[in-house]
């Protein structure tokens, strides 16, 4: 931990407690609004997280706050307490989340149900043993499910950090549907953690519109950036020199490719981010004075995210940080709100492609492995940026690890389409880019076997005859 963290950490031990102090009652609901900013007459009872999780009972939907924030020791208590209790058919549903996902074992079969809007590793197992659940949503879409009920929220588990001197804590990392979370839950808990970096934008929330708080001072789970392979800078190097222009506003998903595609920008000027995540690739260019922000039309001069994953130096950088923005993000995968910007380059990766251009990013087969996340919303809205300069751009190694064509004749059986044949513009692997907007199915198939690994696409000129009934051909 850095020296900085380290202080902050020490001092929040005394600051939490210095701010104890008795709940007087219920949440209430308001007859105007569930907006959780403006301060309230009352205050939170500040207690254990047993106790605080004690509310939960069976057959409640409980949402878990994501990524970097999950509520580590909050969720180890709910466990507990399920267990403790003999709690039954309790619905834990999140984004992905950090930890080991202790009510996702299969020891607490029957006590909880995960139910995942978007899966992480921790939960992989878990949806394709059958023992949780996994919703095909759009990343922007997921606030809606809490607005309008089709998910009730009976408590929200989240981490925040510490009140400021006004009472007004922030949702740091992951604003993301959390904040839509905390609007709609009928019973808020609170892990109050001093190494949660307070962000600017939408996760601003008084203390008063929480029930329960609780001291979590812990560090934050970080992603330290994987050792990149010579086919994932290839690939970055591709993009950042053929398809990423000076001024270009940038969205990136997440994984090898996208850092290998920052870490390939350090020539580029006044780039700007509007990305529904962004990891440590970003301090590395804005300290580079690659990123300004300065053509944006959205929060023009600011970086606008809806939440981080990494390590502490992208915690610290956005600290108290006003050069970035977290918000809802309903607003940041808006697919207009996204077109308003210049040269949108959105920038994400896939698992499989066939050879009309159909994509698969959130499962291997029938096996479950991520989700639909904001891959579509960004694809769309880089499409139709409203100066036409816009960039769709979908990334892949030509090959598995096995040595097996991501380009295929034929999806996997049960492989899922995130991205449409008719959303797809750009493709790149190792090998090149294809550009398949406008393109009919035998222009396609030929682009696409250009930029197959070589030892395939003899095999793959063949299917392609055999599916199309005619040669591929790029004229």
């Known amino acids: ?38 301060p309230l007459k009352r205050a939170p009872v500040w207690t254990s997280a047993a106790e605080a999780v004690s509310v939960i009972k069976s057959g409640d939907v409980v949402f878990v706050h994501g990524a970097a924030a999950t509520p580590l020791k909050l969720v180890k208590a709910m466990t507990e307490h399920g267990k403790s209790s003999q709690l039954k058919d309790v619905t834990v549903c999140h984004i992905h989340t950090e930890g080991p996902a202790l009510y996702a074992q299969p020891d607490c079969e029957g006590i909880f149900r995960a139910n ?33 009920e089709i998910i009730r929220i009976d408590v929200a588990l989240v981490q925040v950090s510490p009140p400021d001197k006004h009472g007004f804590c922030s949702l740091g990392t992951s604003v993301d549907c959390a904040r839509a979370a905390v609007q709609n839950a009928k019973y808020i808990i609170g892990q109050v953690n001093p190494c949660m970096p307070r962000t600017f934008g939408d996760g601003i929330i008084h203390k008063s519109h929480f029930d329960a708080m609780v001291d979590g001072i812990e560090n934050l789970p970080e992603h330290k950036p994987k ?21 270009a506003t ?23 981010i509007h990305s529904e995540m962004f990891s440590d690739g970003v301090v590395d260019l804005v300290e580079a004075g690659c990123i300004t922000n300065a053509h944006k039309t959205f929060q023009p001069g600011k970086i606008v995210g809806s939440f981080i994953v990494g390590t502490r130096r992208l915690f610290d950088f956005v600290d108290n940080n006003p050069f970035v923005t977290m918000c809802d993000v309903s607003f940041v995968n808006n697919i207009p709100i996204i077109a308003e ?26 096996r479950m492995y991520s989700g639909v996340g904001g891959q579509v919303d960004f694809i769309r809205g880089a499409a139709v940026c409203r100066d036409g300069l816009g960039k769709p751009i979908l990334a892949m190694p030509s090959v598995t690890s096995r040595g097996e064509s991501k380009i295929v004749p034929f999806l996997k059986q049960g492989g899922g389409v995130v991205t449409t044949r008719a959303h797809v513009h750009y493709l790149v692997t190792e090998w090149g880019i294809a550009y398949l907007f406008g393109k009919n199915l035998r222009q ?7 930029i197959a690994h070589p ?3 003899e095999f793959l000129e063949k299917a392609a005859f055999e599916r199309l009934k005619c040669m591929p051909s790029l004229d």
Request: aromatic share 6%.
């Open 1 to 38: 931990m850095a020296p900085r963290t380290k202080l902050l950490c020490s001092l929040g031990r005394r600051f939490i407690g210095n701010l104890r102090s008795p709940g007087n009652g219920i949440r209430t609901y308001y007859s105007y609004s569930h907006e959780p900013f403006h």
């Open 116 to 148: 995942s809007f978007f899966i992480g590793s921790n939960c992989r197992k878990t949806v394709n043993e059958g023992r949780g659940d996994f919703v095909p949503i759009f990343l922007s879409e997921i606030p809606i499910l809490f607005h309008r």
């Open 227 to 247: 050792e990149r392979s010579e086919v994932d800078n290839q690939i970055g190097q591709l993009i950042a020199d053929n398809l990423v222009v000076n001024g």
């Open 250 to 272: 940038l969205q990136m998903g997440i994984g090898n490719i996208p850092d290998a595609v920052l870490a390939s920008l350090k020539g580029h000027k006044d780039l700007g």
């Open 341 to 366: 910007n210049p040269k949108v380059t959105a920038i994400n990766s896939c698992i499989e492609v066939d050879l009309t251009g159909q994509v698969v990013s959130d499962s291997i087969g029938t």
């Open 444 to 450: 396609r198939a030929a682009a696409l076997i250009q």
């Open 455 to 457: 030892d395939h696409r």
